[in-house]
């Protein structure tokens, strides 16, 4: 896993989105950044990579070819278990939880 040491914390609770004010319960916006782990074949990235010269696209390089998921959720301690047992693989892939709310997105 990389960056990310639990839902940031105000208080010892997990900082939420409040929606309150529209009957909805209180959740947090996360993303979700998928990536083969360092060393791992990567065959998109590779074309992508070897397809951009060919598009007038000179100097890029390290291309990775990843995944982005973004989910709303009510109790964010589950993020790691979510993450390790459906959204990514982790013999292959890393993953990178960034709370949108830190972020100061929505």
Request: charged residues 30%.
């Amino acid at each position: 896993m990389l960056g990310w040491n639990g839902p940031e914390r105000t208080h010892d609770r997990p900082r939420r989105l409040d929606h309150s004010d529209r009957g909805a319960p209180s959740v947090m916006r996360v993303r979700v950044l998928i990536r083969p782990k360092a060393g791992i074949l990567d065959p998109q990235g590779e074309a992508v990579e070897r397809a951009l010269p060919a598009l007038g696209f000179d100097g890029v390089t390290n291309v990775q070819v990843g995944r982005l998921v973004e989910l709303d959720i009510e109790d964010p301690w589950q993020l790691e278990s979510i993450c390790e047992r459906l959204l990514a693989n982790p013999l292959v892939e890393d993953y990178e939880i960034v709370s949108m709310e830190a972020a100061g997105k929505r």
